[in-house]
């Protein structure tokens, strides 16, 4: 094996300094002037490459915010204490405060977008990503023996309102909120 072939496939070096640096650009230009402003030879000035290696890797800007949007997903959810209400709670406010901070709207957009996501696997791995956070809390509770609500209802209760209000402005989405989808969620009223 040749040391260029080497190269090649050991990942860091330049090429992962360089994913690194347009990410962070990326990220610091849709936080100062909103990702619809956001240009590929903007994102190469700050990330300090050439505008070519930009077009290569990505292509598109949508396409570039999409693949930030996803790495940023990948970022850590909050630490379990062992209280599902309390978990979910968490794992709530922490959902809406990533999808709160400057561009969280942006980028998901650009994730799910027609455009980039042709046969919707960003929308699925999204949705994954998102499901992941809560079932991790859900599986702490039922090996403790807690009986859980089913993932599904977890989406449809916790995870639809808070994307829906974030993603359409709905003022007074707030921390306040999250825990009262989940407090809704654990504890229904009694029937009538």
């Not at 030879?41 to 930009?54: E, F, K, Q, T, W």
């Not at 693949?67 to 630490?79: I, L, N």
């Not at 007074?172 to 825990?179: C, F, K, L, P, Q």
């Given at each position: 094996m040749t040391d260029k072939s080497e190269a090649a496939r050991r990942p860091g070096g330049r090429s992962a300094r360089v994913l690194a640096a347009v990410h962070r650009a990326t990220v610091d230009l849709v936080e100062e002037v909103?990702?619809?402003?956001?240009t590929i030879?903007?994102?190469?000035?700050?990330?300090?490459?050439?505008?070519?290696?930009?077009y290569r890797r990505w292509g598109t800007t949508s396409a570039l915010l999409a693949?930030?949007?996803?790495?940023?997903?990948?970022?850590?959810?909050?630490?379990l204490l062992g209280d599902l209400p309390e978990d979910l709670e968490r794992v709530a406010v922490w959902t809406l405060q990533d999808l709160?901070?400057?561009?969280?709207?942006a980028f998901f957009r650009a994730e799910v977008a027609p455009d980039v996501d042709e046969r919707r696997a960003g929308l699925r791995e999204c949705l994954e990503r998102v499901s992941f956070r809560f079932q991790a809390?859900?599986?702490?509770?039922?090996r403790r023996g807690e009986e859980t609500p089913s993932l599904g209802r977890v989406l449809d209760r916790v995870v639809a309102p808070l994307y829906f209000r974030v993603v359409f402005s709905i003022p007074?989405?707030?921390?306040?909120?999250?825990?009262g989808l989940v407090a809704d969620l654990c504890d229904p009223p009694p029937a009538r």
């Open positions: 909103g990702a619809d402003k956001v030879p903007a994102v190469a000035r700050r990330a300090g490459v050439n505008p070519s290696s930009v693949d930030v949007a996803t790495r940023r997903q990948g970022e850590s959810a909050p630490e709160s901070r400057p561009g969280g709207v809390a859900l599986d702490a509770a039922a007074e989405t707030d921390e306040d909120y999250a825990r």
